[in-house]
């Protein structure tokens, strides 16, 4: 069974970093993609970035580009979302999915992690 766990989030000022963690398990050779998403206070889940952890080959939402940076340590088995020049619209719960770009993957039964807090104030 597939788990994943969120770390990171906070309180953070515009224009400052976070770095959040996505600690996985279970994970198959077949479980070959991780996604970032979140969610705005009263807006839908949206796609934030991807990776591909069997060549490291990544993706991101236009509205992110330049500014964050997915990663994942394998033998940690941990993908990690660097986040930089944060703005308040950043403000968000921050989901990782064994999937990429569908916000309603869970619904397929794709797992998804419980989600973290980032808030960014002006």
């Known amino acids: 069974e597939v788990q994943l766990v969120e770390s990171g989030g906070g309180l953070v000022q515009a224009g400052g970093s976070l770095r959040l963690s996505c600690a996985a398990s279970g994970l198959t050779f077949e479980d070959d993609r991780i996604g970032w998403f979140r969610q705005a206070p009263g807006k839908g889940r949206e796609g934030v970035s991807c990776?591909?952890?069997?060549?490291?080959?990544?993706d991101y939402a236009d509205f992110v580009k330049g500014r964050f940076t997915i990663s994942s340590d394998n033998a940690k088995n941990t993908v990690y979302l660097q986040m930089n020049s944060l703005k308040p619209e950043d403000t968000a719960i921050y989901y990782c999915?064994?999937?990429?770009?569908?916000?309603?993957?869970?619904?397929?039964?794709?797992?998804w992690g419980q989600g973290t807090q980032v808030t960014v104030s002006s």
């Open positions: 990776i591909r952890l069997s060549d490291g080959s990544t």
């Open positions: 999915s064994a999937s990429c770009w569908n916000p309603d993957s869970d619904l397929l039964g794709i797992p």
